[in-house]
């Protein structure tokens, strides 16, 4: 049968047979909001016909600037389902970014939590094309915003008795922009049919395997890539979900695992880190957890290796992108490996994995050649298939990014003798030393297996003789001394030949993060190049 795919089944499908299972969302104060899918199924239908009503219709965009909310998963579904664009927006890029984002996008209307009204009052002179703004609460306060209302409000104009109109699948449905380490954002628009599959990627049982049966913690902010598509799974499968509310902590996220039983939780590796760090201060009940899904970048081994035999937890590691929706790869435990122990599974879980069913993957050298399956021979990695990206919105810059149908990443990776990749760099992080390359990464996660290091970033120097040297900047573990440079130097000299050895050792409190948890390289790489100026400690 010829059949329309798009997120209306998903909605449709929870709200006919898991009607009972809850959606938990913390609250600013704290406390926790509860309430059933019957409920947040029919306040979806009631928020997209006030949207109709507002005259929003297909192809309009919708932005967010929120926090992963109850209120905020209403609106994964009202937007598209309705045949609008749900625009999520990065809450923690600059000013003229997100006026740069709203005006690129031509939203035209955006609902706002609370504690981010500043940000739009500040930037509301700039917008061009945003005529509506809700704030996601009960009131909307004293927000000096054009046209504003309250949340709860606008939903009471809506009938919930609604009934979605038929879309065609290849209506765009979703939209996100790239975090502009370099030059302005980049916009990425999903569709109705590509959100689907990828939906139904996840819900593999070789991939993430969610289910009825799971409790998801989505830390990962549902600004961020559609938070790697977690809540459309948890609806496709009538998943209870927990949302970790505005700015949660470490403590936070560990005490929602505890108290809601949660089975899988997704975050970035530096909030794995924190959590990590924090269980240590205080020992929470693990036990409810059958993975924990760490990506932005490398999750390391020794990180890995902590998890497992404190609390006996698995890290799921994936690879992707915003191109990718961003879910392009998965680690995959091969049969024959199940009784080799936990070592071998760590081996694996530390690299980036296969391609997902659906995705077409391939790794090219500088000629343009697939690299040998020998785990040494480094390329860039290119990707397509039907949630991928074939081109940035309504941007000139899609030229240098998609090739003949394939999108062409920047990661750089080597291919095992199994298909699977392990990423060594990104090709702007890679540091060329005297021509010959280094990986930053292999230094970071064998930094990271150090007792006394907490989190580690390594990135180029310039240098008079060689060009670039590796430098690595060290956050000390909680209870620990600072380690030495040469005891850091030794440490890595155990692996690496010496001409890797970073040259230098900061030891700093904390790394400057980007919007979405990463390691914000750009930024260490303008501290670097202060130190080079000032010359040796």
């Known amino acids: 049968m010829v059949m329309q795919l798009n997120l209306r089944a998903f909605f449709e499908r929870v709200e006919a047979y898991f009607p009972e299972k809850e959606i938990v969302s913390r609250q600013a104060d704290g406390t926790l909001f509860r309430y059933r899918y019957a409920d947040y199924c029919r306040r979806v239908r009631q928020l997209a016909d006030a949207l109709r009503r507002l005259g929003i219709g297909p ?22 389902c309705l045949g609008a664009v749900l625009h999520t927006v990065n809450i923690r890029l600059s000013d003229d970014h997100i006026a740069y984002i709203l005006n690129h996008a031509e939203d035209v209307a955006l609902f706002v939590d609370p504690d981010l009204v500043p940000t739009l009052e500040r930037i509301a002179p700039q917008l061009r094309t945003v005529r509506h703004f809700i704030v996601l609460d009960d009131g909307a306060g004293a927000a000096a915003l054009p046209e504003v209302r309250a949340y709860e409000d606008f939903l009471a104009q809506g009938d919930a008795a609604f009934a979605y109109p038929v879309l065609d699948e290849n209506m765009p449905c979703g939209m996100c922009f790239t975090s502009a380490t370099t030059g302005d954002p980049k916009g990425v628009s999903y569709t109705q049919r590509g959100l689907y599959l990828h939906t139904l990627a996840l819900c593999m049982a070789d991939s993430l395997a969610v289910s009825e049966h799971d409790t998801l913690l989505p830390v990962v902010p549902m600004f961020h890539v559609n938070s790697w598509g977690l809540p459309y799974a948890a609806v496709a499968t009538g998943a209870k979900v927990v949302l970790p509310g ?46 924990l899904m760490l990506g932005g970048s490398a999750t390391p081994r020794a990180l890995m290796r902590r998890y497992l035999e404190d609390y006996g937890v698995h890290i799921y590691t994936a690879w992707g992108a915003t191109e990718a929706a961003p879910l392009a790869t998965i680690t995959h435990v091969r049969q024959a490996l199940l009784s080799a122990g936990p070592e071998a599974e760590i081996e694996v879980r530390a690299r980036q994995g296969i391609p997902l069913p659906g995705i077409e993957l391939k790794v090219l050298d500088a000629q343009g050649q697939p690299v040998p399956r020998d785990d040494e021979h480094a390329g860039e990695v290119y990707v397509r298939g039907p949630w991928v990206a074939t081109e940035y919105y309504r941007d000139a810059r899609s030229r240098d990014g998609f090739v003949d149908g394939w999108w062409k990443s920047g990661d750089i990776a080597t291919v095992g003798p199994d298909g699977s990749i392990r990423l060594v760099d990104r090709a702007k992080d890679l540091i060329k030393s005297g021509g010959e390359w280094i990986s930053s990464v292999d230094l970071e996660n064998e930094l990271m297996a150090h007792p006394a290091v907490a989190e580690a970033a390594v990135v180029a120097m310039p240098d008079a003789r060689w060009q670039e040297r590796p430098i690595a900047f060290i956050v000390t573990a909680p209870g620990a001394q600072p380690p030495s440079e040469e005891d850091l130097r030794q440490w890595l000299a155990r692996r690496f030949v010496k001409w890797w050895l970073p040259d230098r050792f900061v030891v700093t409190d904390a790394l400057p993060k980007t919007g979405v948890g990463k390691l914000d390289k750009r930024r260490l790489r303008e501290r670097a190049a202060e130190l080079a100026v000032a010359g040796p400690a």
């Open 59 to 80: 192809g309009d965009k919708v932005a967010t600037l929120g926090w992963n909310t109850y209120r905020h998963m209403e609106l994964y579904f009202a937007v598209p």
């Open 246 to 291: 505005p700015q949660p902590t470490a403590a936070d996220i560990l005490d929602l695992i505890e108290s809601e039983r949660v089975t899988f939780c997704a975050a970035a590796v530096t909030v794995g880190v924190q959590m990590y760090a924090q269980q240590r201060e205080r020992r929470r009940d693990l036990g409810s957890l059958r993975g």
